[in-house]
């Protein structure tokens, strides 16, 4: 861990419902001339009182559907259109939209808020998220919009996403103008969207709080406006102005909607969108420049009057210590709390039945006594007497004198989160989340802002973890001046007054777990005890029949599915449910959800028990440890080829020396009958230790205490029941789960993977089972080394499954009758089959770690009797035949294809391989894989070392490049030894001397190009002058350190298969991002290269990378999401702007970004000092290409780069495939096509696109299920 570094942030535990809007109305800057506010919180009303908004479908009335989640609050509106009446559900309308009235309509808008005349400026704004959709459809609009000429505007999308408008006056065919954006803006989850429309000037579009365009809407050639009207049509919401528009249809969703008639400024759009991103809607919205509110407190959270014990001052703490070790995770944090890391090792001697301690002071604790901020030296922790791998629990209710904005802050060390509800602080389903510091810290401050919008006493939670070193937590208000308060200080007159008891605590919903068979909701009695029998559940708006049952003060209540609830489907479960009290209290709690996946085991793999030897437990395991100077870099497909044998150091071209004892079978493998629950040097970690009865193994085959370039195999036979299953691996870094009816084929179907670097950590995955059976698995692991940040985490392995109960139970544990049955011995035989296929049998959706092979190989394993005949085997990639040799080995065949020229890693590629056995059957496989690599370049089109220009600071960078920055000021000197001067504001030539650090080269992968092998004693990567980016000493932020670097434009007219190349010195940090993105337009439009964040999850964090259920990368979530360590600075118009990655990126962020989302190892100093080599494809033939890096961090390490380059590699180009043809038979599209490729398929024009099952040659036959779907040959 660096000094001043900022760890990484993960998901919250607490799900945050949704805000209820308060009633009254914030009257600042932004709220001047908004006429109109549309929250859509459980109605259409507007908050402005000046229009009656009308829900309006077609030949019936329409439903004012405000029942899905909103961006903010609790609801957004649905809005719908289906391209004509034959296809309407029965039961709905063809439209579904709102309408603010015609002009000057009495009825709907009496006072003409919605009439613009032909001088009156507006402006809209809303939070938009598209669903199923094709076409233009429109969001807001007062023209008929079958047409661009006909009189008003509209504000809509289109079919690639984009954001658009139209606009015409009255009776000037020259007043239509229109801007259409970039595809792509509005994709992937919610946006905002802003339109200003200057009536004699210009309309100026925005998009998540940033300027995109700004047109003129002036009338005349010469710039004199000759005014006319826009209003001839009503002003719709979610359809056009005639409200009969069809060439745009499906479903689109709009929250916050508003009407201003004036301009809005950049700096109150911009501040909009941060404060909608909280939850704060347009009501709210403080003015630009005021400190951002991380959210707004419900008025309805405040406590009703009478009920709060203004008699008991101060908070309630429970503490909780384990000797689990405590990994500076708040999610681990809540679940130590709740009992799940081990039993509670504090001292609960003056703490109440309930565990808590009653503290009527100020939280101001600290296991040294020592004091922070300068507060009073502090008190000890309450209940704790070490100092390690502890918790508090804190709850109050504070007192707000008054409405207004507050700011609250936390210093600690390590982490913490503040959270209010409703009613009762420990509700985890009406929490508000507040502030938070997700991880391991020093002493340092957290501040934040909310906004209270009525005076009174509220309920708060805090929970405080600590995870090694020092613990401090102290928590206080900050004054207008700057001083900071203790909450609850009796001896300061501006101290938050702070209070232990209510006596209105109802029932709470605490717990909701799911998974496929259906879920189980737990609702804790609170100061009145729950009525189990008015307890009403529904699932997806239908009576959900469950089974209830108690535990002291706990009750459950169990929903099971007829059958099994559809992976990734959204559901939304709702329980309404009254206390015990007279008169009752009764509330009604929504909790949306996404099920999660799971892998279908399909009944065709299982064996019957004549098939497996059921009198031979447990499993076969291989290991392989590889002895080399450093460790090498490692995932899933270099343990499949170090497992095969087949890996070879590039430079001598020998085969590095396996170290690992082989065991007893014929395939060097050992026979286990007992559990596999492993740890090198048999130390105790993971779940099952030595502390509950699980003695740790040493890994079979290992010889010393080591577990570096550790591949392991596992094969087992798993005894399984129809139904649900919840398996767990325990790790230190990766593994893959695969099943098939021989589990040995490398082509098996994948059920699990974690292909990531990581200290010991869980990863669950479920499975659902068709027929009772006995079951092939495989599981490959592998652990390559300590991290930097790794704790005592050292090799270690556990499989395990997890039960209804949430028990964890290892497979095959005997003693256990909860324990699922595994056998080690298959007695029936196996045909011939593909036991390796290279470089990788599968494309994985981790990406980062530095593994590349220079040949395709892959191996045919001979069946139990019948064997493979050499002379047949054929091999085709990406669909042409290719020469190959092959070598025969013992009960196998081994092949391999070396290609020619350029390979480039991220290039994917498919393989297909055909073979005969002896008795002359044919067999055939397939697999798609990346991985390939053999940097070969030509002369580079333009090439730059850097040598020629003189160490900076004057010149910053070379002429003809641009550097620009935003980075804060610190030394005011341009000392280049010095990492805080005004040297390293930006990106600048230096000289090799003058940072150290930068120089090396990986010490896991062989760096080469050309054959050429760099290092650091005869071929450094930085030689001489390079270009740097410095983040290390300096700007803890805000604002940080945030720079960008621009190329020279390149005219690459007439050059194809256009790559990039450069050497490259970067560590990355858990707060940091590098990018590189290039544009072909002149700087209109931009395009990913790669993205660099944090992707291991060490002792300092999780990974930065966010996954969806599907365990995909969610590029949208994972560069969206906030932190309080990202960089931030205050722009021009006086806004703090960032504190996200996506911030910092031109590309607009998409789900299709997930492909160039790469994870780098936090305070490696070696692994990504690389050669990096990119294809860039849009840039083929272009004549104005510009390249754009970015670096942004607080305190976040450096990047080096030297010997930039722009190649042409025409044989990258793939040969031109034939147009893909459709057509109908039997009810399904069949599509044809010629030449080579892969056929790819996607919802939407803008990806992601993933690879079509089912091709054969190429044809292939599709259900035409979706509404519309695209596809393509690449």
Avoid at 141 to 147: E, F, G, I, L, R
Avoid at 348 to 374: K, P
Avoid at 384 to 399: P, R, V
Avoid at 408 to 425: I, K, M, W, Y
Wanted: charged share 15%; glycine share 12%; proline share 7%.
């Amino acid at each position: 861990m660096k000094p001043n570094t900022h760890p990484t942030h993960s998901a919250s535990l607490a799900a945050v419902l949704g805000l209820v809007v308060a009633t009254s109305a914030y009257g600042g800057q932004i709220q001047q001339g908004l006429v109109v506010h549309l929250p859509f919180d459980g109605d259409i009303a507007d908050t402005r009182q000046n229009v009656t908004p009308v829900a309006v479908g077609y030949g019936s009335a329409g439903v004012a559907d405000t029942s899905t989640a909103g961006k903010i609050g609790s609801g957004a509106l649905k809005a719908w259109t289906y391209p004509n009446p034959g296809v309407v559900p029965e039961g709905e309308s063809q439209f579904n939209y709102i309408t603010l009235g015609s002009p000057n309509d009495a009825g709907i808008d009496p006072g003409g808020v919605t009439t613009f005349g032909d001088s009156t400026d507006f402006s809209v704004s809303f939070w938009v998220k598209l669903g199923t959709w094709s076409g233009d459809p429109s969001f807001v609009a007062n023209k008929d919009w079958n047409s661009g000429g006909n009189v008003g505007f509209v504000v809509a999308t289109d079919s690639d996403a984009r954001i658009q408008w139209n606009y015409r006056e009255t009776n000037n065919g020259a007043s239509r103008k229109d801007y259409d954006s970039p595809g792509g803006l509005l994709s992937g989850g919610w946006h905002h969207v802003a339109v200003t429309f200057a009536r004699n000037q210009n309309a100026t579009t925005y998009v998540d709080g940033a300027q995109v365009d700004s047109t003129p809407i002036v009338t005349a050639a010469n710039g004199t406006w000759a005014p006319g009207t826009i209003d001839r049509l009503s002003l719709n919401v979610g359809q056009d102005g005639a409200g009969q528009y069809t060439d745009g249809n499906g479903t689109v969703y709009l929250d916050d909607f508003g009407l201003w008639r004036r301009v809005l400024a950049p700096d109150e759009v911009a501040t909009i969108f941060s404060s909608g991103n909280v939850g704060v809607d347009l009501s709210r919205v403080p003015n630009p420049g005021a400190p951002p509110p991380t959210a707004l407190i419900p008025a309805r959270y405040a406590m009703p009057a009478g009920t709060v014990d203004k008699g008991s001052p101060g908070f309630l703490a429970r503490p909780y210590q384990t000797s689990a070790a405590q990994p500076n995770s708040l999610l681990w944090t809540e679940q130590q709390l709740a009992g799940l890391q081990g039993p509670n090792l504090a001292d609960l001697s003056g703490a109440d039945a309930a565990g808590y301690y009653h503290v009527d002071t100020v939280v101001n604790w600290n296991n040294s006594s020592a004091s922070v901020d300068g507060f009073p030296s502090a008190s000890k922790f309450p209940g704790i007497t070490g100092s390690e791998n502890f918790s508090e629990e804190i709850l109050t209710y504070i007192e707000f004198p008054s409405p207004g904005n507050y700011t609250l802050g936390v210093n600690s060390d390590d982490g913490f989160r503040v959270t209010t509800a409703f009613a009762n602080p420990r509700d985890p389903y009406s929490a508000i989340k507040l502030g938070e510091w997700d991880g391991g810290r020093g002493s340092a401050d957290s501040l934040f802002t909310f906004t209270v919008p009525v005076a009174g006493i509220y309920p708060f939670r805090v929970i405080y973890e600590q995870g090694g070193g020092g613990a401090n937590v102290s928590w206080f208000s900050l004054l207008e001046d700057g001083t900071k308060v203790l909450v609850n200080d009796p001896d300061n007159e501006a101290s938050l007054k702070a209070y232990s008891a209510a006596s209105f605590a109802p029932p709470y919903v605490s717990a909701f777990v799911h998974d496929g068979t259906g879920f189980t909701l737990s609702l804790s009695d609170g100061a009145t005890a729950l009525d189990p029998a008015a307890v009403r559940v529904k699932l997806n708006g239908a009576e959900a029949p469950t089974t209830p049952a108690a535990n002291g003060g706990v009750h459950s209540f169990t929903y099971v599915s007829p059958g099994f609830v559809p992976a990734l489907s959204s559901n939304t479960v709702t329980v309404t449910y009254s206390d015990s009290a007279k008169p009752a209290f009764t509330t009604t709690v929504s909790i949306p959800y996404v099920e999660g996946f799971y892998a279908p085991l399909p009944s065709g793999f299982a064996l019957g028990r004549s098939e497996v030897d059921t009198t031979a437990p447990g499993f076969r395991v291989r290991s392989s440890q590889l002895n080399s100077a450093s460790p090498l870099a490692a995932n899933i497909a270099h343990a499949e080829a170090q497992l095969a044998g087949l890996l070879i150091d590039p430079v001598s071209g020998a085969p590095y020396e396996e170290t690992a004892t082989p065991g007893e079978q014929a395939d060097g493998s050992y026979e286990l009958s007992n559990v596999l629950n492993f740890s090198t040097g048999s130390a105790d970690q993971g779940n099952f230790t030595s502390a509950n009865g699980h003695a740790e193994d040493a890994v079979p085959g290992l010889s010393g205490s080591s577990g570096n370039n550790l591949a392991v195999e596992v094969v087992t036979y798993l005894e399984l029941s129809k139904g649900f299953h919840r398996f767990g691996i325990n790790s230190s870094d990766g593994f893959r789960v695969t099943a098939g009816r021989n589990p040995y084929d490398a082509l098996a179907t994948e059920l699990a993977v974690y292909d990531a670097r990581r200290i010991v950590r869980d990863t669950t995955f479920d499975l659902t089972v068709a027929q009772d059976g006995i079951y092939p698995v495989r599981i490959v692991w592998f652990r390559q080394a300590n991290l930097p940040n790794n704790g005592p985490s050292t090799a270690a392995f556990e499989f395990f499954t997890v039960t209804s109960s949430g028990e964890k139970v290892l497979v095959n544990d005997g003693s256990n009758p909860a324990s699922v049955k595994a056998y080690a011995r298959r007695t029936s035989p196996v045909e011939p089959y593909v036991s390796y296929a290279g470089p990788s049998s599968f494309i994985s959706d981790y990406r980062g770690s530095d593994v590349g092979f220079r040949t395709l190989e892959a191996r045919v394993a001979d069946g139990t009797t019948l064997k493979v005949d050499p002379a047949s085997i054929q091999l085709s990639v990406d669909g042409a035949p290719v020469a190959i040799t092959t070598a025969p080995g013992v009960g196998s065949i081994t092949l391999e294809y070396v290609p020619a020229g350029l390979q480039l890693p991220r290039s994917v590629h498919t393989a297909s391989l055909s073979f005969a056995d002896k008795a002359g059957a044919r067999h055939s496989a397939s697999w798609r894989f990346n991985g390939l690599r053999n940097y070969e370049l030509p002369e580079p089109l333009f090439f730059e070392d850097f040598e020629s220009t003189d160490a900076g600071p004057d010149p910053m960078v070379p002429a003809g490049w641009v550097q620009e920055n935003y980075t804060g000021h610190e030394h005011l000197t341009t000392e280049p030894g010095d990492g805080n001067s005004e040297f390293y504001l930006g990106f600048v030539v230096i000289d090799k001397p003058m940072r150290g650090k930068k120089n090396g080269t990986s010490s896991a992968a062989v760096q080469m190009i050309n054959g050429v092998t760099f290092d650091e004693a005869t071929n450094p990567l930085m030689n001489g002058h390079c270009i740097y980016a410095e983040s290390d000493d300096r700007q803890n932020g805000p604002p940080g350190q945030i720079q960008y670097l621009y190329t020279p434009h390149y005219n690459l007219a007439g050059k194809s298969g256009v790559v990039i190349a450069f050497n490259s010195a970067y560590e990355q940090n858990q707060d940091g991002l590098n990018g590189m993105e290039y544009s072909v337009d002149g700087g209109a439009s931009w395009n990913p290269i790669f993205y660099w964040i944090q992707g291991d999850d060490d002792t300092q964090g999780t990974p930065d990378i966010l996954r969806g259920p599907d365990g995909k990368v969610d590029a949208v979530a994972t560069l969206t999401k906030t932190y309080g360590d990202v960089a931030r600075y205050t722009d021009g118009t006086g806004t703090l702007v960032g504190g996200y990655y996506g911030f910092f990126l031109k590309a607009p962020i998409t789900p299709a970004l997930a492909p160039f989302i790469e994870g780098r190892i936090n305070d490696d100093g070696s692994e990504s000092k690389r050669v990096e080599v990119a294809q860039v494809p849009l840039a083929d033939n272009k004549s104005d290409v510009q390249f754009r890096f970015i670096q942004s961090g607080t305190s976040s390490w450096y990047w080096g780069i030297d010997n930039w380059g722009v190649y042409s590699v025409p044989s990258l180009v793939p040969p031109a495939s034939g147009a893909i043809k459709a057509t109908l038979a039997g009810g399904k599209v069949q599509l044809t096509w010629t030449g080579a490729g892969t056929l790819e398929s996607a919802t939407e024009l803008a990806g992601p696109w993933t690879p079509v099952t089912g091709v054969t040659g190429t044809t292939a036959t599709v259900d035409p299920s979706a509404a519309h779907r695209f596809f393509r040959i690449r």
